[in-house]
């Protein structure tokens, strides 16, 4: 459909940089005090990118903020209590969210709606009102939903900029070359995937055909595979048995994200990585938000890549992700409006 994008597909992981030309760069981490929270903080202290680390939960982060505040780099760390949102806010140029409540086994992340739509809602019209200029990354599940319902509610203040609002589906990507790398034996780093189109189930698009090592699998070893990386976030709630879905891999997901936009508005050439975004590649087709690969810049999405040549296995996925994206994004519209 679009013509082989020509961009590295690497994922770029969290890095040490000289601080000494970087600017200040404040991150806030709303429901820090949570499973991801936790280890997504300490990872992002342990970033030079990062200066100053607001950590907001509704309970707890205070306690993690002194924890983590001990960590010998320079950034600084300062803990904020449910009451204390707009303090938490202020002055920041990034904002991750896994604020939200996380899937128990027999539950789809659609279940989570519910309960999650309001809290990013409510969380999102805060940035809007305190840091309407803040990039913000949403992690809080249905990402699919959550996206668009953050966008509707900035959109309704009149403050929604399509370059700072991000999905994070680096986990789905973290997944696809660690799952690769163990059918062909080749280390991680050189198998990855992009990952396209949402972040549940059939909605994930892994592009096999475009790597070196992946594009001659076939057969049972190619479905099992696609599923694996589909479905991975069951295989972790399943073995977790009720007590909550993934949260390490997620950290660390969350951190290499939040790391390559940190490098991109840093000025860093070319950091381009899958990313859940406002986007013009399905718009005809209803499917306003899709993940694909984006060039991060000072000012957020700089470039947009086309999806690139499809196998005939993978426009069959494209064709079972699309509906089920679109009813996914206008349920979030639908919440907010
Ligand atoms: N995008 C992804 O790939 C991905 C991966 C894993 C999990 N998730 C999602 O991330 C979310 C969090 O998962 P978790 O395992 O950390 O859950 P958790 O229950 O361990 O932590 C959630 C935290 O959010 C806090 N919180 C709730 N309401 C809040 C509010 N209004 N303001 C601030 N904080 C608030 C809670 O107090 C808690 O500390 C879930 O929705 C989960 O589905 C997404
Ligand atoms: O599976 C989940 O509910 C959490 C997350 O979206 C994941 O992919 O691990």
Do not use: W
Request: a neutral charge.
């Amino acid at each position: 459909m679009f013509a082989r994008s020509a961009v590295r597909t690497a994922l770029p992981v969290a890095r040490s940089f000289s601080t000494s030309s970087a600017r200040q760069t404040k991150v806030a981490v709303l429901g820090a005090g949570g499973g991801i929270g936790q280890p997504l903080s300490l990872l992002l202290k342990n970033n030079p990118l990062v200066t100053a680390l607001n950590l907001y939960d509704i309970r707890g982060a205070p306690g993690v903020a002194a924890d983590v505040s001990h960590v010998d780099t320079a950034s600084t760390v300062q803990g904020f209590a449910a009451d204390k949102l707009d303090e938490a806010l202020d002055g920041t140029e990034i904002v991750v969210i896994p604020a939200g409540v996380p899937r128990k086994p027999g539950m789809t992340r659609d279940d989570l709606f519910n309960t999650n739509a309001s809290i990013v809602r409510d969380l999102a019209a805060a940035v809007g009102r305190v840091s309407p200029k803040a990039h913000i990354l949403v992690i809080s599940n249905p990402v699919n939903s959550t996206v668009p319902i953050v966008a509707a509610t900035l959109e309704k203040a009149g403050v929604f900029d399509p370059k700072r609002l991000f999905g994070v589906t680096t986990l789905d990507v973290v997944r696809a070359a660690r799952f690769l790398s163990e059918v062909t034996g080749a280390p991680p780093s050189e198998t990855r995937v992009t990952v396209v189109g949402g972040h549940s189930g059939p909605t994930i698009v892994p592009l096999l055909s475009q790597t070196k090592l992946g594009k001659d699998i076939s057969g049972d070893v190619y479905d099992k595979l696609v599923y694996r990386i589909q479905f991975g976030g069951d295989e972790v709630v399943k073995a977790k048995d009720g007590a909550g879905s993934a949260t390490l891999s997620m950290a660390y997901a969350g951190a290499t994200f939040t790391g390559s936009l940190l490098r991109g508005i840093n000025g860093e050439k070319d950091v381009t990585v899958p990313t859940f975004v406002k986007s013009p590649l399905y718009a005809s087709e209803g499917v306003d938000f899709f993940s694909s690969l984006v060039t991060l810049g000072p000012n957020g999405v700089e470039k947009i890549h086309p999806i690139g040549d499809l196998s005939a296995a993978e426009e069959k996925l494209m064709a079972e992700c699309l509906p089920t994206l679109k009813t996914n994004i206008e349920k979030g519209y639908a919440f907010v409006a």
